[in-house]
């Protein structure tokens, strides 16, 4: 499993300390595998041994399972997915169960790290996948820090990928799949995925929001037929259709009159590219890739000064960005 994770859920590593089981236990139960293994459980619990109350059997279950979501490469993860498996051969259904219950209840982080472990133990397993990717989907909506974000939308993208693989009979695998794309401005590949969508499910709300949302994007799928032809070379070709949107709303998305300066560039039309980048950095001014075509175009039309300051701004973004910011 990706650790891009395991950033998130350390903090819980503070809530647990690690006890040995007794030696007898092991000798008695055969568990050779677990001798020397560090049991974990919560720190609350620890105030019922203490007391001479011993700790339920279940807490250390859990606390195995909280282990494995939280780092699934601790080192005795493998001891504590073959116990697991020992006391209870259909451990996973259980701890879907469990995951299921805490999202319920609007525990998100604690219904993530469940449903991990329950991945690490069974990465196939259809019901943890599926509902891992709704919680992972809830909390990056939920969230106002970018990296985070994107790694738990990334987290989205590879499971409905897996989920695809594994049940393609699912109709809303590619319900979700469709706004995947949408999230990442990939409007031909949403087209498709809804559009399966709707070959396979029957009617509900779903349906019909997805209905209405392939009429919305028909303007989107187009314009990007459009600037893939620019980006592929087919310069005129590509203009003939984004030029098509230059007198409507559509021309207030960065990217329309970004890719129309591209092309202009290209085709040696510097004056109204100029005018098209500028409008594209209006709608998104920290963008390197507009500062660049910027520099190319006014290098062409002999502007230094221009040249040399979009040259200053495109330095001064590339050093503030994070290096993993687009991975």
Known sequence: ??????????????????????????????????????????KEQIGNLAANNGIEFKNFTLGMINIIGINPSFKFVPQYVNFLNYVNSDINKAIVAVGLGLANNGNLEEACITLRAALVIDPNNIDALYNYMLVCRNLYSQSMNNEYTADFKTEVFESLIKLKELAPEIPMVYYY???????????????????????????????????????????????????????????????????????????????????????????????????????????????????????????????????EKYTRKLEIIRSRSDPGENI
Do not use: C
């Open 1 to 42: 499993m990706n650790g891009r994770l395991d950033k998130y859920f350390v903090k819980y590593l503070d809530e647990y300390v690690f006890l040995e089981l007794m030696p007898e236990y092991v000798k008695r139960e055969r568990l050779d595998f677990m001798r020397n293994v560090p049991m974990p459980v919560k």
């Open 177 to 307: 799949m469709g706004f995947a794309y949408i999230n990442a401005g990939k409007y031909e590949e949403a087209q498709r995925e809804w559009l399966h969508y709707m070959e396979l499910s029957g009617p509900s709300e779903e349906r019909a929001e997805i209905e209405q949302r392939l009429d919305d994007i028909k303007e989107p799928v187009h314009i990007e037929k459009g600037y893939k032809m620019v980006i592929g070379g087919d310069w005129e070709e590509g203009l003939a259709i984004l030029e098509e949107y230059k007198s409507t709303s559509m021309m207030e998305w960065w990217p329309l009159p970004y890719y129309l300066g591209v092309g202009y560039s290209r085709v040696g039309r510097s004056d109204e590219a100029l005018e098209m980048l500028k409008k594209a950095l209006d709608g998104n001014p920290s963008s390197p890739e507009i500062m660049a075509e910027l520099i190319m175009v006014n290098n062409a039309l002999g502007d230094e000064v221009n040249a």
